[in-house]
């Protein structure tokens, strides 16, 4: 099944005229094009899906969805299960 998966945005910059950045998942950091999101801000909440951020969230909406998608079981995508008690907010 395909997930949007909840993340901080760390870090913007361009590739190729596209913009791009890093995207924080609780302590997974991932790269990620952000041409779909309207002027992405370091800090800021973003789904990622496929590698890319289709929408932004609050940091208390991104935690939830990061908690029901560990419950899920289907954080395997990033490459490993954070902690438990581990945060999004990790700045």
């Given at each position: 099944m395909c997930l949007a998966i909840p993340g901080r945005i760390v870090e913007i910059y361009e590739v190729d005229g596209l913009p791009m950045g890093k995207v924080d998942f609780g302590g997974i950091v991932k790269e990620a094009c952000f041409v779909y999101l309207e002027n992405p801000q370091i800090g800021e909440?973003?789904?990622i899906h496929v590698g890319f951020a289709?929408?932004?969230v609050d940091e208390a909406?991104?935690?939830r969805t990061f908690e029901l998608l560990r419950e899920m079981g289907?954080?395997?995508e990033l490459g490993t299960d954070p902690?438990?008690?581990e945060t999004l907010s990790t700045a």
């Open positions: 909440y973003t789904m289709i929408s932004k909406e991104a935690s289907e954080l395997e902690p438990e008690d």
